[in-house]
C-alpha cells in the first residue's frame, strides 16, 4: 500500500509540474496604437524590433518599445519571434548602439505601461501578454 501511495505522489507532482509548465508559456500579442493603418505582415514583425525596418508603410516613423527583462512575456517574445536569447539580443543592441546605427527600445515595466505609451504613442509598437489586451489598442499578431 505505501508503494501505491509513493506511486500516487509522484503521478501527482508530475502531473502538476506539465500543468504548470505549459501555463507558464503564455501567449505574446504584438500591439500598435489603434489609430495605426499601416499594413505589417507577419515578416514584418521580427524586422521592426530587430530595427531594420524603421518607418510604417503610411510613412510614419516607428517607435518600438520593450518590456523590462524580468517579465515573462519579454523572454516568450525573443524567442518566439525573434528567435534569438536575451543574451543575443542584448549584443545585437549593443553592437547597433556603439557603431551609431539604432537605439535600443524603450524599456516598459509591465503590460500596462505598455499599453498607456502605445495608447499616446501613434506611431508605437510593441507587445505584452496576450491575456492583458485591452480594446485601447489594435493587435497585430498574437504568437
Same mark, same amino acid.
Given at each position: 500500500m505505501k508503494l501505491?501511495? +509513493?506511486? +500516487?505522489? $509522484? !503521478?501527482? !507532482?508530475i502531473t502538476f509540474f506539465l500543468v504548470y509548465s505549459v501555463s507558464a508559456l503564455a501567449d505574446v500579442a504584438v500591439i500598435v496604437n489603434s489609430a495605426n493603418t499601416a499594413a505589417i505582415d507577419e515578416g514584418d514583425?521580427?524586422?521592426?524590433? !530587430?530595427? &531594420?525596418? $524603421?518607418?510604417?508603410?503610411?510613412?510614419d516613423k516607428v517607435t518600438l518599445v520593450n518590456l523590462n527583462s524580468d517579465q515573462s512575456a519579454r523572454a516568450e517574445f525573443e524567442? $518566439? *519571434?525573434?528567435?534569438?536569447?536575451?543574451?543575443?539580443?542584448k549584443a545585437y543592441w549593443s553592437k547597433l548602439m556603439f557603431s551609431g546605427k539604432a537605439k535600443p527600445p524603450k524599456? !516598459?515595466?509591465?503590460? &500596462?505601461? *505598455?499599453?498607456?505609451f502605445i495608447q499616446s504613442n501613434p506611431g508605437a509598437i510593441g507587445y505584452i501578454s496576450a491575456e492583458s489586451v485591452t480594446d485601447s489598442v489594435k493587435v497585430i499578431k498574437t504568437y
Open positions: 501505491l501511495n +509513493k506511486y +500516487k505522489i $509522484k !503521478l501527482s !507532482l514583425i521580427p524586422r521592426i524590433f !530587430l530595427g &531594420k525596418i $524603421k518607418s510604417y508603410s503610411t510613412g524567442d $518566439k *519571434v525573434l528567435n534569438k536569447s536575451a543574451t543575443q539580443i524599456e !516598459l515595466e509591465n503590460d &500596462k505601461a *505598455v499599453i498607456d
